[in-house]
């Protein structure tokens, strides 16, 4: 069975961390790019952050830029995001994204997505 699954989120002061994780299965992990999204209540989904397939290259979001570190261990299964120094503003629902050429099937998995509430 295809699936991602985020673990990690919860309730955090202003300025703390957490680390979110997303364990897959079902699928060759190192053939498909991560992404984290997130969504606020009321907003489009956005993207925070992707990683590349072997991990050498890395993307933010110009509002999460030198506070959330993506990584990705491809013999676990697993993508992490380190998100520190959160704000109120970070409060989301997030979600691990894979994402692999359209030649791939599945090319695009969702995971459920976990909820990180920041404190102010």
């Known amino acids: 069975q295809v699936q991602l699954v985020e673990s990690g989120g919860g309730l955090v002061q202003f300025g703390g961390s957490l680390t979110l994780s997303c364990a897959a299965s079902?699928?060759?992990?190192?053939?498909?790019?991560m992404n984290w999204y997130r969504q606020a209540p009321g907003k489009e989904r956005e993207l925070v952050a992707g990683?590349?397939?072997?991990?050498?290259?890395?993307n933010y979001a110009d509002s999460v830029k030198g506070r959330f570190t993506i990584s990705r261990d491809n013999a676990k299964n697993t993508v992490y995001l380190q998100m520190n120094s959160l704000k109120p503003e970070d409060t989301a629902v997030y979600y691990c994204?894979?994402?692999?050429?359209?030649?791939?099937?599945?090319?695009?998995?969702w995971g459920q997505g976990t909820q990180v509430t920041v404190s102010s």
């Open positions: 994204n894979a994402r692999a050429p359209a030649t791939y099937y599945p090319s695009i998995i």
């Open positions: 079902g699928f060759t992990f190192n053939n498909y790019a």
């Open positions: 990683i590349t397939r072997a991990g050498g290259n890395t």
